[in-house]
């Protein structure tokens, strides 16, 4: 990372990536309709955005094709059905997906050589007790001819201890960028700026760059992605309308709005909310709420919130604080 930084001026090194059908997969269980989808695709050309993350690389034996989407699993023939053959060079935008660890993606036989697919990089996300395979999957898919990145989930459950040594070993492997991931929601200035910096001193010198992907339970997403472009990230995360799971992501047009690379259009990105993204309000809840607040503040997986605002009484606010509070 750059130790100036200057984030109110021109800084062409930072990328944008878009993960709005990726994360926001996880509140509709993938089930984006090829208009959906494609309408997100055109946008983050029009925009300029840098990478659009178009779903997970998940197994089909784990997440069963009757129940999630064609996104869940990102198989050739149904992102070409949407981006035809997509070119990066051509159309400026580098495609994308991201495969878990932990059993979660068939990784050894389901992911083809880069040359063969539309994506450019495949997103490695792992917790840190999972760091091993995370290392052998970002090998495999190097090797493949892929950009890589590493997203060690849940980062403000981890001790620094254990950081510390999960980023000696990234430092040592192929990996691109590696991303500061808070899952929960549950970070403020003080530690973006810890993590920030003790990511940026173990990659030193290695040419892996830092990226920061933000949750919202506490309506500090953008606020977070500022300052880690502050320090330095110039690998920045954020979704259309905040569209994520549970309080949702840094939303993509407020960034935009902040950004002073001229080649960023907000015009586009307006478009897609009102016609592609508002409608799923319908349908799917997420955004920052009281219950997902809570979670955010104990540190806590948003799962307990998101059940209970798909429940009867999802505003029963002091029912959840107490709940949550006994469950402790």
């Given at each position: 990372m750059?130790e100036?930084a ?20 996880l509140?509709n ?33 784990q ?28 159309t ?14 068939d ?18 996300a ?15 898919f ?31 492997s ?40 933000a ?45 002073r ?34 979670t955010?503040?104990m ?11 798909e ?8 029912a ?9």
């Amino acid at each position: 990372m750059s130790e100036k930084a200057p984030w109110i001026t021109y800084r062409p090194e930072l990328k944008v990536l878009d993960c709005t059908i990726r994360d926001g997969g996880l509140i509709n269980d993938s089930n984006f309709t090829d208009d959906q989808v494609r309408a997100v695709y055109r946008a983050c050309i029009d925009a300029g955005i840098d990478t659009m993350e178009i779903g997970y690389k998940n197994s089909p034996q784990q997440f069963p094709k009757d129940r999630y989407g064609p996104w869940r699993h990102c198989e050739e023939e149904d992102m070409r059905r949407v981006v035809g053959d997509h070119d990066s060079e051509a159309t400026g935008l580098r495609l994308c997906a991201m495969a878990d660890a932990g059993g979660k993606s068939d990784w050894k036989h389901q992911i083809i050589p880069a040359k063969d697919s539309v994506l450019d990089m495949i997103r490695v996300a792992c917790y840190i007790h999972q760091i091993s395979e995370a290392m052998e999957m970002i090998e495999r898919f190097d090797s493949l001819g892929y950009e890589t990145t590493l997203n060690i989930m849940a980062i403000s459950t981890v001790a620094d201890s254990e950081i510390d040594q999960g980023l000696r070993i990234a430092a040592k492997s192929p990996v691109g960028t590696v991303v500061v991931v808070d899952s929960y929601g549950n970070l403020y200035r003080e530690q973006i700026d810890h993590l920030m910096r003790k990511y940026a001193k173990a990659l030193k010198g290695t040419g892996k760059e830092v990226g920061i992907h933000a949750h919202n339970n506490l309506q500090l997403a953008f606020a977070n992605t500022i300052e880690a472009i502050i320090l330095g990230s110039n690998r920045v995360d954020a979704t259309m309308m905040g569209l994520g799971r549970g309080a949702g992501n840094c939303p993509m047009e407020i960034l935009l709005s902040f950004l002073r690379n001229p080649k960023f259009k907000l015009r586009p990105v307006l478009e897609v909310i009102e016609n592609t993204i508002l409608p799923i309000r319908e349908k799917c809840d997420w955004g920052p709420s009281i219950p997902y607040h809570l979670t955010g503040r104990m540190n806590l997986h948003p799962r307990s919130a998101m059940a209970f605002r798909e429940g009867p009484t999802p505003d029963a606010y002091t029912a959840f604080y107490d709940q949550t509070m006994s469950d402790l």
